[in-house]
């Protein structure tokens, strides 16, 4: 190889080095001064979808103004459960209830079913109730289609909550209690701090942010 041939190979692997380097220049990554981040990234925090209107999570002491009434219960739900606990929430905010409303709910399903759209149990059936909710066809509920439709029975549910005069400022298991009229008035109570922390979940945060 000669000298020059040496020469013109070298300057070849450098002008296209050079032409890389002005490509990759020419598409430079803008970043938005108040953010710091790519438009695409901007856009995606942007678009992502918030409950009740807040891109945070609320404050516990919102979730729980009081001292939970007894010893709380706990259980480590599953995906399915989750999703359940997450259409008892969003339809708190379908019903332009806050989330106050929306650990009552859940709540009330942890007792009633443990967040399982329960179809008929047979013998083991609490009369004629399914759903998670337990809510009976024969009580006015609706039919069993509609009481085991997440959305329908929590759309029961809060219609139900709507109609307690003052159910903000009530202990949980009673506004719970006024709507269900179940034979264990008190049982809601047991569930609030799991309850708050599953409406927690759905803005990610919280113990069971992992489990959905």
């Known amino acids: 190889m000669t000298f020059w041939t040496t020469i013109a190979k070298k300057t070849a692997v450098v002008g296209a080095g050079l032409g890389?380097?002005?490509g990759l220049a020419a598409t430079p990554a803008i970043i938005d001064q108040t953010t710091g981040n790519t438009p695409s990234v901007a856009v995606e925090q942007a678009e992502k979808p918030t409950l009740f209107g807040k891109a945070s999570a609320p404050a516990k002491q919102d979730?729980?103004?009081?001292?939970?009434q007894g010893p709380q219960e706990r259980f480590t739900p599953t995906a399915e459960q989750m999703a359940n606990a997450e259409e008892i929430v969003k339809t708190a905010e379908k019903e332009g209830l806050p989330e106050r409303a929306a650990v009552v709910g859940v709540a009330t399903s942890l007792q009633e079913s443990k967040l399982i759209n329960l179809g008929h149990l047979g013998a083991r059936n609490d009369h004629d109730s399914q759903g998670l909710f337990q809510q009976r066809p024969s009580s006015g509920w609706?039919?069993?289609?509609?009481?085991?439709?997440?959305?329908?029975s929590s759309t029961?549910?809060?219609?139900?909550?709507?109609?307690?005069?003052?159910?903000?400022?009530?202990?949980?298991?009673?506004?719970?209690?006024?709507?269900?009229?179940?034979?264990?008035?008190?049982?809601?109570?047991?569930?609030?701090?799991?309850?708050?922390d599953i409406v927690l979940a759905t803005h990610d945060t919280g113990p069971y942010a992992d489990n959905k």
């Open 20 to 22: 890389l380097m002005a």
């Open 63 to 68: 979730l729980v103004p009081g001292t939970p």
């Open 142 to 152: 609706g039919t069993v289609e509609q009481i085991t439709d997440p959305e329908y």
């Open 156 to 196: 029961a549910f809060y219609k139900g909550l709507k109609q307690v005069d003052g159910w903000e400022q009530m202990p949980l298991t009673r506004a719970a209690q006024i709507v269900q009229v179940s034979a264990y008035p008190d049982a809601y109570a047991q569930w609030e701090e799991m309850a708050a």
